[in-house]
């Protein structure tokens, strides 16, 4: 069964940064991984996904140079690095799975995506 596993949220300043990791069955790659967030009152939002074949990545136009999404296939992992966070950072991220998000329709209708991790909150302080 296709499972994510979000971990690595936590409570950071302005200006810090943090490591999201998100933990994957084989089977639940659907060809494109990424990450959404939500914050409260909020709709949820694209962050950045990666083409678990090919490599391209995408972005939020608002996020890129300061986020970077990875892979650790070996060990069947996805990272977001995010650097120099903001307190409009501040929201639950979630990892994604659904070949729609890399350049389809998923990416910007989430009610798409096929498969969700359970969330992991990110708190910046200002």
């Given amino acids: 069964q296709a499972q994510l596993v979000e971990s690595g949220g936590g409570t950071v300043q302005t200006g810090g940064s943090l490591r999201l990791s998100c933990k994957y069955t084989s089977t639940s790659t659907r060809r494109c991984m990424g990450w959404f967030r939500q914050a409260p009152g909020q709709e949820r939002e694209p962050v950045a996904a990666v083409n678990t074949v ?24 996805m990272f977001l690095q995010m650097n120099s966070l903001k307190p409009e950072d501040t929201a639950t991220y979630y990892c994604a799975a659904d070949p729609k998000m890399c350049g389809g329709t998923a990416w910007y209708r989430p009610a798409d995506v096929d498969v969700w991790g359970q969330g992991t909150q990110v708190t910046v302080s200002s």
């Fill in 54 to 77: 090919g490599g391209s990545t995408y972005y939020h136009d608002s996020l890129r140079g300061r986020f970077t999404i990875s892979l650790d296939k070996p060990n069947n992992t």
